[in-house]
């Protein structure tokens, strides 16, 4: 039977005993953290890669020019403030012991194509993870089998679309940094939630450390509640209410971040400290 959904639960009933998993992935360093834990925790199918690149190249092609000029411009922004670079050392870190998958990575252009609803139709997974692809069509999500979840790094229903974590941080909002897994529907970041999760937080934070640790942290409960389910324990799905704010990254503006950042130097925008949670462990401490 593979995945069973019953009202606000959802079960693992199959006479395999693992969960057959495929990921679709963007390309950056927490994807590559994300293909690599779950190839040696879960039964990982396939991997299907839509680089940050082609996103960038669907915006031009389809005329978005603003989303594509801002988008640009956050990309530019994390390289110059020294964030990708921690991103990078961070998810290296996490993935120097483990291994490449040697399951295939197949790499598109688009998540939403024909390609790719066929592909993933005839692998059959269980259960799909979603992570930092383009916005997912109602065609793909209705070919997919199984489970199809997403890995949020912002906290539903309160923050969804890009920069959840930025938002939170400089609307000191605290207790709403963190990930969120949540099943995919074709209203973005709309679906039922599984779970959510919160990192740990250190007085000298910035948006960047605490963004990267949300993501590690949402990857380690994805393969919790995979490994739950392996185990036979039904999972409740709770229904998101209608309220919070979607953003976009034109919506993320170097005023208000300039200002931020005097806040946060003048010791205006302090951090509170919060503890590590289960089941994390060797989390860097930001520098």
């Not at 031009?60 to 921690?86: E, I, N, P, S, V």
């Not at 120097?96 to 592909?119: I, K, Q, W, Y």
């Not at 005839?122 to 199809?148: A, H, N, Q, S, Y």
């Not at 300039?258 to 590590?276: D, E, F, K, N, Y």
């Amino acid at each position: 039977m593979g995945i069973v959904r019953d009202g606000d639960t959802v079960r693992f009933d199959s006479d395999h005993p693992h969960l057959r998993v495929v990921l679709l992935i963007c390309d950056d360093p927490q994807h590559s953290y994300l293909r690599r834990l779950v190839g040696t925790r879960l039964n990982l199918l396939a991997t299907i890669v839509e680089s940050g690149a082609d996103q960038q190249r669907r915006l031009w092609r389809h005329h978005r020019y603003r989303d594509a000029l801002y988008r640009a411009y956050q990309g530019r922004r994390q390289k110059l403030t020294g964030r990708a670079r921690y991103r990078r050392e961070y998810f290296g870190a996490l993935c120097a012991d483990l291994p490449e998958p040697d399951t295939p990575a197949h790499r598109v252009a688009n998540v939403n194509s024909p390609e790719v609803r066929e592909l993933v139709a005839g692998l059959r997974p269980d259960l799909t993870v979603v992570c930092g692809t383009g916005v997912l069509g109602r065609k793909l999500i209705g070919t997919v089998p199984g489970l199809m979840v997403n890995i949020h790094t912002g906290w539903l229903p309160e923050y969804k679309g890009n920069h959840c974590i930025y938002f939170a941080y400089r609307a000191a909002d605290w207790d709403r940094i963190g990930a969120t897994v949540h099943v995919l529907t074709p209203a973005l970041d709309s679906g039922a939630v599984l779970d959510t999760t919160v990192p740990p937080m250190f007085p000298h934070d910035n948006d960047e450390h605490l963004y990267s640790r949300s993501v590690h942290y949402g990857v380690l409960r994805t393969i919790e509640l995979a490994e739950r389910l392996e185990r036979g324990e039904t999972i409740s799905l709770r229904k998101q209410p209608d309220r919070g704010t979607t953003y976009r990254h034109r919506d993320r503006t170097p005023l208000p971040e300039l200002a931020l950042w005097l806040r946060r130097i003048s010791g205006r925008h302090p951090v509170p400290l919060r503890a590590a949670a289960p089941p994390a462990a060797n989390v860097p401490t930001p520098t």
